[in-house]
């Protein structure tokens, strides 16, 4: 099998190239559908709507090259037709989603993976693995390149979700080297934006959602912890372009624009136009210190950086929560 035949031209002359975007009605992945749509592909969601929801592709339903497809991941998936991209992104993503579904997450991420890449050798689709920022644990190096390899606690309350991940990812690198399998492995640092759930413990929506109701907004441990954020059109571009990158190694996507939890709550009150409030809560456990993506290999490989900044991808995610919640 060839390790490099999918062209975002389309494989067969005259054809939409066709996606299977799995978690597709999700927060990331109902936008990276949005996104094939206007780049002409032929988009396939599966989603089971674990995490995820309709209210996020329901404007797509009605376009005649989608087709959405509820599906369990972790069964056995038959879909017919040819595809020549298969984003793997079905998995529970926020930490309050992960924790109350931790077996379901251990699930996704070894049975789905498995399941999803074994749809990608039949179809010979190129196969990308959504992964995390989380595979390095509370990091003892800054900023986190991709050799870096980890501090992840294995048996704390975060490891079903660190740990499906580092799996699926070593389930994706042995399909490429037993089945020559055309895989990609992206480490995604925090994203952003519209069709995030407010309720869903993500430190954005529920400061946004807590500004919005003038509550204070709650900090956990002394709000001095870093987090880098992307703007979720910057991170689908950037999953896009790994397709046609035939490197199988892991690369990172995320900003490098470092933020303390403090700065980011002043940074909210100046975009709400609002006196904040704060109330400072204890750590949350495992919680990493410092997380920041050395993009290097993005930027070489992809000839990607995130290109929205914080600013102005906060008021239009603040303009859609406003839109939708008040
Ligand atoms: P999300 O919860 O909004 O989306 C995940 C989707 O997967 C949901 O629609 C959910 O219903 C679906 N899903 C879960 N288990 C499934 C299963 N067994 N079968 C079929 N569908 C299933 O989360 P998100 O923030 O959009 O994250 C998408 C992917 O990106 C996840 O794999 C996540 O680990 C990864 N990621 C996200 C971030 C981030 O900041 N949002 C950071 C790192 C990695």
């Avoid at 559908?33 to 339903?61: A, P, Q």
């Avoid at 037709?81 to 989603?97: H, K, M, Q, T, Y």
């Amino acid at each position: 099998m060839s390790t490099h035949k999918f062209s975002p031209k389309g494989s067969v002359a005259g054809l939409r190239p066709r996606a299977i975007v799995a978690g597709g009605a999700g927060f990331i992945g109902s936008h990276l559908c949005e996104y094939l749509l206007e780049k002409n592909f032929y988009v396939i969601c599966v989603d089971n709507l674990l995490t995820g929801s309709m209210r996020n592709i329901k404007h797509l339903l009605s376009n005649p090259y989608f087709r959405f497809h509820r599906a369990d991941v972790t069964r056995p998936l038959s879909l017919r037709g040819r595809a020549e991209v298969i984003f793997n992104l079905a998995s529970p993503a926020s930490p309050w989603d992960y924790l109350r579904l931790p077996l379901q997450t251990l699930a996704a991420g070894s049975l789905g993976t498995r399941n999803l890449l074994d749809l990608a050798v039949r179809k010979e689709a190129v196969f990308v693995l959504a992964s995390t920022s989380e595979v390095y644990g509370d990091p003892e190096v800054h900023p986190q390149q991709e050799n870096y390899r980890g501090n992840v606690n294995p048996v704390g309350v975060r490891s079903c979700y660190d740990e499906a991940k580092r799996y699926a990812e070593a389930l994706t690198m042995a399909y490429h080297r037993k089945y020559g399998l055309s895989t990609r492995i992206a480490r995604i640092f925090n994203t952003y934006g519209p069709r995030m759930k407010p309720d869903d413990g993500r430190v954005i929506p529920d400061m946004i959602m807590r500004a919005l109701r003038g509550r204070p907004l709650r900090i956990f441990g002394n709000g001095m912890q870093t987090r880098s954020f992307c703007y979720v059109t910057d991170m689908v571009e950037g999953l896009f372009r790994l397709t046609r990158c035939p490197d199988p190694m892991p690369i990172n996507l995320g900003s490098p624009e470092e933020t303390t939890i403090l700065g980011l709550a002043q940074i909210l009150g100046r975009a709400l136009k609002r006196k904040i409030r704060m109330r400072f809560l204890p750590a949350l456990e495992d919680d990493p210190r410092k997380r920041k993506p050395d993009i290097s290999r993005a930027m070489h490989l992809l000839s990607w950086k995130p290109s929205v900044p914080l600013k102005q991808g906060l008021a239009s995610t603040i303009d859609w929560f406003r839109s939708i919640y008040t």
